[in-house]
């Protein structure tokens, strides 16, 4: 049986003849339901029993090693598998460690159920210890918080995760409170989830009549596309009618493979990119967005088309982010809209002066390795390595903004990262939970910090006995910070680490490590971890200046 699969359920221990089950049976049951095969988390004593009935109702918990580091595990599996992404924590500290992925659920557009466990009510009233409210701390950074009450416990998980999943994904809360979980109560029907059927605008004339007219049509794509499973297949074939070249963000990586001459590229953070691609932004007579949200642009982006150029803003849900402006917004399900955009349409065969091509082609050349080893020469030898379908993840930092423009994705969520709230320590569990969904090996990208910030989930591979091959960039620093005080002509401080011996470490917890400064000896590395079970820790030793001038 794969990993990934959902473990046959049981009957609940010691059931009562009669049909009863808890509370927290009928919740976990429902998020069976609802498409979820694992949860993650760190147990405490408030979430006993909701762990207990997880595992009965063929949910397989697994335990991370941080509350962070879970959720992140939850979004690589959903990633991976499609699986519906549950985080649970106990009450105070396990609550608090999650916040930082719930804001990256709700900065990049995760359908993350997060369970948390609390103690009733009267008793909060009169008691502190380990005790706040739940609720308070996490609305701000949900589409919906829920506290289940006795025969409440399904419907709340009915409710939630339609919330969750319904127009831009997001993060969703559900505190349980002690009492509920251990209700016993009579069996019952589940609740019908509730979810809206996808919607376009009933009027597309004027879409189509500006698509229809456009000569040098522009689709830039971006995370509203990625959520939707017919995402990429209604891209390819906008793109194949219109004649028009492709950019993503990078998030969006991936919806058209990335050798298809039609895409150009990914932009998103680096301003080296940002200087090729703007001229034939300048060029275009018209650019769609795809699902385009801006949250994963730097600030370069705010503007970034000439007053009056024609906009088509195709969204899940309006944004009033105040980062562009468009001519038309068009509200719905993108797929199916761009789906319904093409028909009708004559087929044409590109810009008829051909600057896409060219734009590529010097996209390609900026970003290509100077020959010497460093960052580049690491990113130029594992593409070269990893066979097709390669899940990788990539940390926050200065690399994961090269890899980013240099890494080819073969198709959609091939490279995972943070793009929104861009937090450090999120690549080595959301590998975890891509390897653990794949029954592949996958490849993590991270800083020497980021790795430093995570190292106990290491652990955590050992145990999943998973094969994750982490790749690290040794510089010593905090590199892309490091680059932003000398642009600002500011004194170095604060940037600077140690060098740590992290084959040995990697041995020290039940895998494989190597320390490695040369593209023939990352090749033979590599090549031997794709082969073991477990998981493999290659240290790259680079130059932190390597960075300079990259992107």
Request: net charge negative.
């Amino acid at each position: 049986m794969m990993r990934h699969e959902r473990i046959a359920a049981a009957e609940p221990a010691g059931a009562d003849p009669a049909g009863f089950v808890t509370g927290a049976d009928l919740l976990a049951a429902q998020l069976g339901a609802a498409g979820a095969t694992h949860a993650f988390g760190i147990p405490g004593g408030e979430v006993l029993a909701l762990v207990d009935a997880l595992e009965r109702a063929g949910l397989r918990f697994e335990l991370a090693r941080h509350e962070n580091a879970a959720g992140f595990m939850a979004e690589g599996l959903w990633h991976a598998t499609g699986a519906l992404p549950v985080l649970v924590a106990t009450l105070g500290p396990g609550v608090a460690n999650a916040v930082n992925v719930v804001a990256n659920a709700q900065q990049d557009r995760v359908p993350l159920v997060f369970v948390t466990g609390c103690v009733d009510q009267a008793l909060a009233e009169s008691y502190t210890h380990q005790i706040f409210d739940h609720q308070a701390l996490l609305r701000p950074l949900v589409k919906a918080s829920f506290r289940a009450a006795i025969g409440t416990e399904d419907l709340v998980v009915a409710k939630a995760v339609a919330i969750a999943r319904r127009g831009r994904p997001g993060p969703v809360h559900i505190d349980l409170p002690i009492s509920v979980a251990e209700a016993r109560t009579a069996r019952r029907a589940a609740p019908a989830m509730p979810a809206a059927a996808p919607s376009i605008p009933a009027d597309l004339r004027q879409a189509q009549a500006l698509i229809a007219s456009a000569q040098r049509p522009l689709v830039i794509a971006g995370l509203d596309l990625v959520a939707q499973e017919s995402g990429a297949a209604a891209l390819d074939g906008f793109l194949t009618q219109t004649g028009a070249p492709l950019l993503t963000t990078y998030k969006a990586k991936g919806l058209v493979p990335e050798g298809d001459p039609r895409v150009i590229g990914a932009v998103g953070l680096s301003p080296k990119a940002d200087a090729l691609v703007r001229p034939l932004i300048e060029a275009a007579d018209l650019i769609v967005l795809a699902g385009y949200d801006p949250i994963e642009m730097r600030q370069g982006w705010r503007n970034p088309w000439p007053a009056g150029k024609p906009v088509i803003d195709i969204v899940a849900e309006p944004l009033q982010h105040g980062m562009h402006s468009s001519s038309l917004v068009l509200e719905g399900h993108v797929a199916m809209t761009l789906t319904k955009l093409s028909e009708g349409q004559a087929t044409r065969t590109g810009w008829p002066g051909g600057e896409p091509a060219a734009v590529r082609e010097a996209l390609h050349a900026a970003f290509a390795g100077p020959g010497a080893w460093g960052p580049h020469a690491v990113f130029e030898t594992l593409r070269r390595i990893a066979p097709a379908g390669t899940i990788a993840t990539a940390d926050s930092g200065a690399h994961r903004i090269l890899l980013s423009q240099m890494w080819n994705c073969d198709g959609p969520r091939r490279l995972l990262q943070s793009s929104g709230l861009c937090t450090m320590g999120c690549a080595l569990p959301l590998a975890t939970g891509a390897a653990l969904g794949s029954g592949r090996p996958t490849l993590c990208f991270v800083g020497d910090a980021g790795l430093e910030m995570v190292l106990g989930e290491l652990a955590t591979l050992r145990d999943l006995d998973l094969p994750v091959i982490v790749v690290v960039l040794v510089d010593q620093a905090l590199g892309l910070i490091a680059l932003k005080q000398r642009q600002l002509g500011l004194a170095r401080a604060g940037v600077d680490i140690g060098e740590t011996d992290f084959a040995a470490v990697a041995r020290a917890m039940g895998g494989h490590g190597a320390t490695i400064d040369d593209r023939d000896t990352l090749a033979r590395e590599a090549e031997a971890a794709s082969r073991r079970t477990g998981f493999t820790v290659l240290a790259c030793r680079i130059d932190a200046s390597s960075y300079e001038g990259a992107f």
